[in-house]
């Protein structure tokens, strides 16, 4: 937690046992609508601006001797705090070229949509300037190589304050051009809030109540179907190494909380008949 001052606390299963985490290195500030991520190896959790707060948090995951887990300000410098905003890796299968973190949206009107923050310190905003909080944002290109242009598809969350229908597509290039964006107006069936997305090889999943619309990959068309969970806003998406992934939790469209757990498995990749 981090709205007033970063606080953590630890659960030990063997002990059943909580505890207070202890923190040194850089002060964290009051950080109210930070977005973060968990890196790759589980190993240290990075945190944006957030509040009135600019930089960028390196939090380590794993104490030191000392039992302390230590806060790093990182040498970046967000465009404005973005708080709201959805942060999410983009990732290619060879490296780190062209990789980095990318923040889409924030509660900022003045704000371009997105912002790329590449893993060699450099950044670039692109997008035209909008308050838009809350997208759920997935990369189509799974296994993109060095030469490939990568997608990561945004949508839903609340626009100007309101649930919208709306998508972008940002896209980037390979090599030193800039990333940019298409809007995708009216991409979902209705207005959603709080949407939460599914993968497979083939497509995307967008949740919210028992809708589920399945995203092609290759070319983002769109397919309805129904699904037996009610969520439409909070909950959790716990996936397992066999593919599996839990939806848990989370509250109905009249506010009544979801008390089934419901699995998410992946479609089987289809092969070719001979």
Known sequence: AWAESLRAFIYTPGDDLWSVA??????????????????????????????????VLEIDLRPDDADTYTVTELPLQLDSPRRGATAMYVLRSEGDADEGVVLVGGDDPAAPAAMFLRDDDTSVSFGDAVAWTGLACA????????????????????REGAATADAIVLTFPPGAAEPSLLPLPAFLP?????????????????????????????DLTRQ????????????????????ATFLVGGWTGDDRPVDHWHVFMPSLAQSASP
Do not use: K, N
């Open 190 to 218: 209705e207005p959603t809030a709080d949407p939460r997305l599914f993968e497979d090889d083939a497509a995307i999943y967008a949740q919210s109540g028992p809708l589920w619309l399945r995203i092609d990959r290759e």
């Open 22 to 55: 202890e923190f040194t290195g850089a002060d964290a500030g009051a950080r109210a609508g930070a977005a973060h991520r968990v890196d790759a190896s589980l190993e240290r959790l990075l945190v944006f601006g957030g509040g009135e707060q600019r930089s």
């Open 139 to 158: 990369q189509v290109e799974r296994d993109a190589d060095a030469d490939t242009t990568v997608r990561v598809l945004c949508l839903g969350g609340l």
């Open 224 to 243: 309805s179907l129904t699904g037996p969970s009610p969520r439409v806003r909070g909950g959790h998406s716990i996936s397992l190494s066999t593919g």
